[in-house]
C-alpha cells in the first residue's frame, strides 16, 4: 500500500497546508496546552491580532481541525481532531532528531561549550 493512497493526496495535503503556517502551528500549541479558550485568550498566548486569530481560526474550523461553541458574546475554540497531537509529535521529533544531527548544529553546541 503506498504511504499516501492517490484517492487522498488532494486532502492530505489540504491538511499539511493548514498546519503549514507557523501561526497556525501556535495555535493548536495554545490550544493543546490550555484546552478551550476564547479567541481573545488564544491571541494573546500566539502573540497575534484577534482579527488574525480569528482568520487562523476559521480555517482550521473549516478543516475540521478545530471546533467553537458560542459562550454568551465570545467564541471558543478547541481542538476537535484528535490525530492532531500525535501528529505534531511525531513532527517534532523528527526536526528535532534532524537538528541534533545537523553537522551546523554540532558546530554551533561545540562554540556554546568553549563560551
Known amino acids: 500500500m ?5 484517492s487522498f493526496l488532494e486532502d492530505v495535503a ?9 501561526t497556525r502551528l501556535k495555535i493548536v500549541s495554545v ?7 476564547p479567541v481573545g485568550e488564544i491571541a494573546d498566548a500566539a502573540g497575534t491580532s484577534v482579527a488574525n486569530t480569528s482568520q487562523h481560526l476559521q480555517r ?3 478543516g475540521q ?19 492532531i497531537e500525535q501528529l505534531c509529535a ?3 521529533g523528527s526536526v528535532a532528531g534532524a537538528q541534533r544531527h545537523r553537522p551546523d548544529n554540532a558546530a554551533e553546541g561545540a562554540q556554546s561549550a568553549a563560551r
Do not use: K, N
Not at 14 to 22: E, I, K, N, S, V
Not at 31 to 37: F, K, N, P, T, V
Not at 65 to 83: L, N
Open 2 to 6: 503506498a504511504v499516501v493512497p492517490d
Open 14 to 22: 489540504r491538511r499539511f497546508a493548514l498546519l503549514g503556517d507557523p
Open 31 to 37: 490550544l493543546h496546552e490550555r484546552g478551550e479558550c
Open 60 to 62: 482550521l474550523a473549516a
Open 65 to 83: 481541525i478545530v471546533g467553537r461553541r458560542r459562550d454568551g458574546q465570545a467564541v471558543c475554540y478547541r481542538i476537535v481532531d484528535g490525530t
Open 90 to 92: 511525531i513532527v517534532c
